[in-house]
């Protein structure tokens, strides 16, 4: 089993930045891909950026140039660093965990950004 806890919500005004972090624990893989998404209010959860162990990137189209997401491996924590927050980015961010097949999210934390 793998636990997920993410850290690092609140509020801020737009323009702002917040970074959020998420730590892993219990059979964490040395390879495996993790990521952050939201889900905003009557919306569908959404794929915000995503690493892989070996520190490829993948980001969606509406963080690109604002948002910057990294790992450390070694204590298996994966950060969100957020700028030029918008209105639009607020949220609840959840971590997520993929290896050999198996999903795991963590519990999610608040973005709100005040306009």
């Known amino acids: 089993q793998v636990q997920l806890v993410e850290s690092g919500g609140g509020l801020v005004q737009a323009g702002g930045s917040l970074r959020i972090s998420c730590a892993a624990s219990?059979?964490?893989?040395?390879?495996?891909?993790m990521g952050w998404y939201r889900q905003a209010p009557g919306k569908q959860r959404e794929l915000v950026a995503s690493v892989t162990s070996g520190g490829m990137t993948n980001y969606a189209d509406s963080v690109k140039g604002r948002f910057t997401i990294s790992r450390a491996n070694a204590v298996n924590t994966v950060y969100l660093q957020m700028n030029s927050l918008k209105p639009e980015d607020t949220a609840v961010y959840y971590c997520?965990?993929?290896?050999?097949?198996?999903?795991?999210w963590g519990q999610g934390t608040q973005v709100t950004v005040s306009s």
């Open positions: 219990g059979s964490v893989f040395s390879m495996n891909l």
């Open positions: 997520r965990l993929g290896q050999r097949g198996r999903t795991y």
